[in-house]
């Protein structure tokens, strides 16, 4: 008989901050073939369809949105739980997508086909290019605005080691995980291989600590020497 899947390691309704992540793929394939049937239709109401499908997940939460239900409900128990992201990344996704596909449908409601119909293929565009790629542009947009926000490579610049019990004057690679993140586990193991066993700070139990060094996304691994300056970022 045929493996069945592993049980889920997270509650896709209840555990908000990871997502499995296929499930924004299959999200992104929808609204895709979507708003690529209301450009080649000329269809401006589905694209405020799409719009509304959009904000009710984002504002009332994953049950309520129709695409997220049907991958979690249908597809994830005959596939297993995939790996395991941040859900920040996608959530902004899904607001840009929001505002794109709300414009095109006003677009359309004003008399500007045109406008609605590039509005509606820049979706269509980009969702499908994530579905099929994984590439998601609101995903790198999000990471950018992080590093504008001042997380750019090499920051934090300093971390404090004694809030995390590392002895004074002894370096560390300090590394911010989330008990649920495949991604961060893999680095974990990773890191100890190459013998350098991380100090980790888990953000669901020290949030004090990820806003402190500004942590936008896990995971996050850096090298700090011991009088706790960041020398080099692992990984994030």
Same mark, same amino acid.
């Given at each position: ?11 896709? &309704? ?9 499930? /924004? ?7 895709? @073939? @979507?708003?690529? +049937? ?17 904000? *009710? ?6 049950? #309520? ?5 049907? &991958? #979690? %409900? ?6 297993? %739980? ?7 990344? /996608?959530? #902004?996704?899904?607001?840009? =997508? $929001? $505002? ?34 994984? #590439?998601?542009?609101?995903? +790198?947009? &999000? ?18 080691? +004694?809030?995390?019990?590392?002895? !004074? ?10 008990? *649920?993140?495949?991604?961060?586990? %893999?680095?974990?193991?990773?890191? @100890?291989? +190459? =013998? ?10 020290? !949030? ?10 896990? /995971? ?17």
């Amino acid at each position: 008989m045929p493996d069945r899947p592993s049980p889920r390691s997270a509650d896709p &309704y209840r555990d908000l901050s990871v997502i499995d992540a296929r499930a /924004p793929r299959f999200n992104q394939a929808v609204v895709g @073939l @979507l708003s690529l +049937a209301a450009v080649l239709a000329g269809a401006w109401p589905l694209l405020g369809l799409v719009a509304l499908q959009l904000g *009710l997940g984002l504002w009332l939460g994953r049950r #309520f949105c129709l695409p997220c239900v049907a &991958y #979690f %409900e249908l597809v994830q128990p005959l596939l297993g %739980e995939g790996p395991l992201e941040d859900s920040r990344p /996608p959530r #902004f996704a899904n607001q840009v =997508g $929001v $505002v794109f596909t709300g414009a095109g449908a006003l677009a359309g409601a004003a008399g500007m086909p045109l406008l609605s119909a590039a509005l509606g293929g820049i979706v269509a565009a980009l969702a499908l290019l994530s579905a099929a790629t994984g #590439f998601c542009t609101g995903c +790198a947009l &999000y990471r950018l605005a992080a590093r504008l926000r001042g997380l750019r490579p090499g920051t934090p610049l300093r971390v404090d080691l +004694a809030d995390l019990g590392v002895a !004074p004057g002894r370096g560390a690679v300090v590394q911010f995980t989330h008990p *649920l993140c495949a991604e961060c586990h %893999e680095l974990e193991r990773r890191l @100890l291989q +190459a =013998g350098q066993a991380p100090v980790l700070v888990d953000v669901t139990r020290r !949030p004090d600590l990820a806003r402190r060094y500004r942590v936008a996304s896990v /995971p996050l691994a850096v090298r700090v020497d011991g009088a706790g300056a960041v020398l080099e970022r692992l990984a994030g």
